[in-house]
């Protein structure tokens, strides 16, 4: 069973920051957290990740709560592109270890014109 | 682009017939993933490979099988095929790194089953 609840859906006005939450109240400590998107029918795409720390690339920001219960994934200003289901998923990572993804039923995000 | 390669794109066979899927992995990365997608239904895992051996198993029906080979591509072999089998087949690959390591997927082979 996935780790993590997400909304089943949000709005978000082209334009605006996208600030999609997900709880993990049972994450360990080597857990990470990751967070994939699927466009309709393509393969999921990668788009951040983290331990503890916030992280910050081209397409999102990833902010971890302090107790890392919780995390948001922010797309700074979004687009109708960015319509898809985002997943979040906790998982370990590294050597020996079966480190596969399980996907729950992520967010729909719908961005509006 | 992901990196990684899944052929062919789009497949239409007959229930009972057999079919192999392809994937190659990313350069380099040596643990290969499937998944299955239904329509309108979510990512379900199926089965991993490291390096050539058989790391993790999910809900994979006996009539599927799977390999890695020695250059790392992966086969995922579907036989008996029965119309529910119809959907998205996701490769994907990774390379596992002590700090943590990045799955990333292929666009998928749809397979219709008719």
């Known amino acids: 069973d996935a780790k993590t609840t997400q909304p089943p859906s949000m709005d978000c006005a082209e334009g605006r920051a996208a600030n999609l939450p997900c709880n993990h109240s049972t994450i360990s400590g080597n857990e990470y957290v990751y967070w994939y998107r699927q466009i309709h029918s393509q393969g999921p795409q990668y788009i951040i990740h983290?331990?503890?720390n916030n992280e910050t690339n081209e397409m999102a920001s990833l902010i971890i709560t302090e107790d890392r219960k919780s995390s948001t994934l922010i797309l700074p200003h979004a687009t109708l592109r960015d319509t898809a289901v985002y997943y979040c998923i906790v998982r370990v990572a590294g050597v020996n270890r079966d480190d596969k993804i399980i996907f729950g039923k992520g967010t729909r995000l719908h961005i509006l014109p | 682009d992901s990196g990684v390669t899944q052929t062919p794109k789009h497949l239409i066979t007959a229930t009972g017939q057999r079919v192999t899927l392809r994937c190659s992995p990313r350069s380099g990365d040596l643990s290969v993933y499937w998944y299955q997608q239904s329509l309108d239904q979510g990512l379900q895992f199926l089965i991993q490979y490291y390096n050539g051996e058989e790391r993790a198993k999910g809900n994979i029906l006996e009539r599927f099988s799977a390999q890695q080979f020695p250059d790392l591509h992966s086969e995922l072999n579907l036989s008996s095929l029965e119309l529910g089998d119809s959907a998205l087949y996701f490769c994907a690959s990774s390379l596992i790194r002590p700090s943590g390591n990045t799955i990333y997927f292929g666009e998928g082979s749809w397979l219709t089953v008719v």
């Open positions: 983290g331990l503890k």
